[in-house]
């Protein structure tokens, strides 16, 4: 049977994949194995939300979950997901929810548990919780049953820890964001006015049905619409849950998640806060972030795909700054993961002290040339035994040299074979990934 923790918990369709009985049983399971754990007090939980409909059909199955298993909860509302983690923390609390799909459409929802302190579970507990899910126990009764309460000061709690982590104040700045009517609808326009920037708030109408709908960091068109027409700095995207940032200059072009750590490493070097002078990203980064980190003499150290092998060789090295092209941020002296709100914070304290257009800041990198294509096969893993795939690789390096990247990856998922080629033009692109392409279809 496949594991139910996916790299980022539980997700599906809601009321179809994700019902309301599965979600009670993760939460029950979740509480009995904190219990088991440390039985010297009763385990409180905290609980948020994205604004999608399913939301409150799913908040109301774990708070039940929870509270049958003994666990007080504290339901924070909709907040981003970083809000979360930060308040398991902040409240001493002993497990941590998110009811979100982050910037999937609306139908889908998903569940997210962050251990105490605001950091991401495991591999053996989430195991853990499901092999406890479905197996009889005994149920509490009386006063053992869990109770629930509401923490009316979350959003004000989360805000206050995010402006600890600005450097200087936004005066003068003209930000348009977009809360992809998610989770950042209300806290990503008052953090940014309290830090000092004038906001125009786009997206910022959740009604439970239109979070992602044409808008967020998926979808930045409209973003860029916005900036140009309101005469912006620069505008600021968000998806579903606010773990992303992506941003758009002044100029009304698009800056990536590489180019937004590329800024933030510069700046964090120049004032001492970059650990050990090392950016921690994903070997799906451009190879423009490895040569502008060179020439800034930054060490750029890489991982595999996904944010949680990011977090591990943060942690695992004491390093302050990494994270995805995607536009997942994660800086560990403020945050336990990705944080939106507290990426572009810091990207727009960049643009306020140094009185430079972010269009510039940018400049720093520059985006080589990217082609990946999906190529469908029998067998991924004889394609990556193959030694005609692994000379056809070898020789386009050569012909790159240091000019551009090859990366054969197979998926983790499907029998898939991703190709992706970095190189000085589209064409020599496009014509390195087609002959790596056609390697690779006649490999099996």
């Known amino acids: 049977m496949a594991r139910l923790f996916g790299t980022d918990g539980v997700r599906g369709q809601a009321n179809s994949e ?77 497990l941590g929810v998110m009811i979100s799909a982050s ?63 600005v450097p200087n104040r936004l005066d003068g700045l003209r930000v348009v964001v977009d809360c992809a009517n998610g989770a950042a609808w209300a806290a990503a326009p008052q953090a940014y006015r309290e830090a000092g920037a004038e906001v125009i708030a786009i997206s910022a109408l959740p009604d439970g049905e239109n979070i992602n709908e044409g808008c967020g960091s998926t979808h930045l068109e409209g973003l860029r619409d916005a900036v140009l027409a309101e005469g912006a700095h620069l505008g600021i995207a968000h998806d579903g849950d606010a773990d992303r940032c992506l941003a758009i200059d002044g100029a009304g072009n698009v800056v990536d998640g590489d180019q937004i750590m590329a800024v933030l490493a510069v700046a964090m070097k120049e004032s001492g806060e970059l650990a050990e002078n090392t950016l921690v990203a994903t070997v799906m980064s451009n190879l423009g972030l490895h040569l502008a980190m060179r020439d800034a003499g930054v060490t750029l150290r890489t991982t595999a795909v996904g944010d949680r092998y990011v977090l591990e060789a943060l942690r695992e090295n004491n390093l302050s700054l990494g994270g995805e092209q995607s536009g997942h941020v994660v800086m560990p002296s403020h945050a336990t993961t990705g944080d939106g709100l507290l990426t572009a914070l810091r990207l727009m304290s960049r643009v306020a002290a140094t009185g430079r257009p972010l269009a510039e800041l940018a400049a720093v990198m520059t985006r080589l040339p990217q082609v990946l294509k999906n190529v469908k096969v029998a067998d991924k893993a004889a394609v990556a035994r193959s030694s005609s795939v692994s000379e056809a690789v070898a020789e386009v390096e050569a012909e790159l040299g240091e000019t551009g990247r090859v990366l054969l990856r197979p998926s983790g998922t499907e029998q898939l074979v991703r190709v992706m080629v970095e190189a000085p033009s589209l064409q020599v692109a496009e014509a390195a990934a087609d002959r790596l392409v056609g390697v690779v279809s006649a490999a099996v």
């Open 18 to 94: 994700l019902t309301p009985e599965l979600a009670l049983s993760v939460a029950a399971a979740a509480a009995r194995v904190l219990a088991e754990h440390d039985s010297s007090h009763r385990p409180v939980a905290v609980v948020g939300r994205d604004p999608r409909a399913s939301g409150e059909m799913l908040q109301a199955a774990v708070a039940a979950g929870l509270t049958s298993a003994g666990a007080d909860v504290m339901q924070l509302g909709v907040l981003p997901t970083p809000a979360v983690a930060h308040l398991v923390g902040e409240l001493g609390a002993d």
């Open 103 to 165: 910037h999937n459409p609306m139908p889908d929802n998903g569940i997210k548990l962050f251990a105490a302190g605001g950091h991401k579970l495991a591999d053996a507990i989430e195991d853990e919780i499901e092999a406890h899910m479905g197996a009889e126990y005994a149920r509490p009764t009386g006063t053992g049953v869990g109770r629930v309460y509401d923490i009316a000061d979350s959003l004000d709690r989360y805000i206050a820890h995010l402006l600890k982590a």
